[in-house]
């Protein structure tokens, strides 16, 4: 078995759905030592199987820092399944097992990359970090982690399961928490006394999803959703006197929370409600995620670009993506230009899901020769 398959599969056998990096986590670290590499590990708070690890590799040259990072987190395992999940069962190029597309392919293409300069470091300037994330299908911990602890580079490549385009912008997203006030009696006095806060909200609905949003040439448009609705109860004859909403903004870069929000008070003022409307960003213990998009003339893209054409034979359009990912906190909170390609497959978060060993093998030697390019 070639050394980068079995690197592979040997990732694919430890468990690591969210919530359970800490073996892989460890795992990955005793092959950065192996390497001559230093692991720095970072725990999320109080959360032990929360762990990312990360290393770097310094020329001894000044230059610029080259980021490669990938999550070690996998979903949950599922049903249906017409193999073990936690077995590599190969098919051809196909390697059936979960996290085989999301995305260990990945991760083994980093590991090789950096395993290859550290026995080239004549071979590029400046210093390689790479990093192995906890938590990117939950709430993305680890990035936020490694972000808090300071984290810089000049560019950096997110080795997500995108084979055949290169992410080179994502929307970003709000929570936003409406809650509509209205005035509680007995429904046998309603309509002539009381005020129906459902009522209310649900005018107040319509008229959110008509709120304009900024259109961009690529991410299209930012959008409104009313994604929960919830007031009254169902037991007592009382007309609802609260009505709570959870509106989900997806933005497009120029939008921001504070611009969302004054859309929103503007919309109440005008249809005179606004004393009894509270609106408030869903608190939660992490940043949301901004908007981004970096131009697709920039030199790490078309470096990637030129050398997928050389390595697989084909052209590589850049690509956009509707929602989020851990490139969102790189590049639109951390300013690191940042693009998504990796190795891809098939059945994501589902059974039966695959990668393709190939797509790791032809990523590794894009990441290497995008390396040597951009760090010359």
């Not at 795992?27 to 692991?39: A, N, Q, T, V, W």
């Not at 020329?59 to 979903?75: A, E, F, N, Q, R």
């Not at 005018?203 to 919830?230: F, M, S, V, Y």
């Not at 007309?239 to 611009?259: I, K, N, Q």
Request: net charge negative; aromatic share 8%.
């Amino acid at each position: 078995m070639d050394k980068t398959e079995k690197l592979y599969h040997d990732l694919i056998r430890i468990n690591s759905v969210s919530g359970n990096e800490k073996e892989i986590v460890y795992f990955i670290g005793s092959k950065l030592e192996e390497m001559g590499l230093k692991p720095h590990y970072s725990q999320y708070k109080d959360m032990e199987n929360c762990v990312s690890v990360s290393t770097s590799i310094d020329s001894g040259k000044p230059g610029k820092k080259m980021l490669l990072i990938g999550h070690i987190d996998t979903v949950a395992f599922g049903e249906g399944w017409e193999t073990d999940p936690l077995t590599p069962t190969v098919i051809g190029d196909r390697t059936y097992a979960r996290g085989a597309m999301d995305m260990k392919g990945g991760d083994t293409a980093i590991l090789e990359t950096l395993e290859y300069f550290t026995q080239h470091k004549d071979e590029f300037t400046g210093e390689i970090i790479a990093a192995f994330v906890a938590d990117e299908e939950v709430l993305s911990r680890g990035t936020y982690q490694l972000a808090s602890e300071g984290l810089t580079a000049d560019w950096a490549i997110m080795a997500e399961c995108r084979f055949d385009n290169i992410a080179v912008g994502f929307r970003g997203r709000y929570t936003i928490d409406v809650t509509v006030h209205g005035k509680a009696v007995h429904t046998k006095y309603y309509p002539e006394e009381g005020e129906n806060a459902i009522i209310t909200a649900g005018k107040l609905a319509a008229e959110i999803e008509k709120l304009p949003t900024l259109q961009h040439p690529k991410l299209k448009h930012g959008t409104w959703c009313i994604r929960h609705i919830e007031g009254g109860n169902p037991n007592a004859l009382i007309v609802p006197d609260s009505c709570y909403m959870l509106v989900e903004r997806f933005t497009v870069p120029g939008e921001s929370y504070e611009t969302c929000e004054k859309q929103l008070k503007d919309l109440v003022k005008k249809m005179g409600i606004e004393d009894k409307v509270d609106i408030r960003l869903r608190p939660r213990d992490l940043p949301y995620m901004e908007p981004f998009s970096i131009p697709e003339d920039m030199d790490l893209v078309q470096t990637i670009r030129g050398h997928y054409k050389d390595v697989v034979g084909e052209d590589l359009p850049c690509a956009y993506d509707l929602s989020v990912c851990d490139s969102n906190i790189l590049a639109g909170s951390l300013g690191i230009p940042t693009v998504t390609f990796g190795p891809s497959g098939g059945n994501m978060h589902m059974a039966n899901e695959y990668g393709y060993l190939s797509h790791v093998l032809a990523c590794k030697e894009i990441y290497i020769r995008t390396v040597k390019d951009m760090m010359k």
